[in-house]
């Protein structure tokens, strides 16, 4: 089974938000609208939006929204 995972991810690592779904094209407008979100002063500071795949839900950070 392939888990989508997105990530919001601030300069020091820290993750704050996290969706993780099954359906590949609700992962990427996930990932496109946290892209989106992030202003220009937070992405020249470090911030990234990080879109990847994990095998299993033991995978999945525990703090992510999970969707099915």
Do not use: Y
């Not at 990530?7 to 609700?26: K, L, R, V, Y």
């Not at 220009?40 to 995978?59: C, F, H, I, N, Y």
């Amino acid at each position: 089974m392939t888990i989508w995972v997105n990530e919001q991810i601030d300069p020091s690592g820290m993750i704050h938000a996290c969706i993780a779904t099954c359906n590949e094209s609700q992962a990427k407008d996930c990932h496109d609208s946290f892209q989106s979100n992030l202003t220009e002063m937070q992405k020249a500071a470090g911030w990234v939006a990080r879109l990847r795949t994990v095998d299993s839900w033991d995978e999945v950070p525990v703090n992510s929204l999970k969707l099915n």
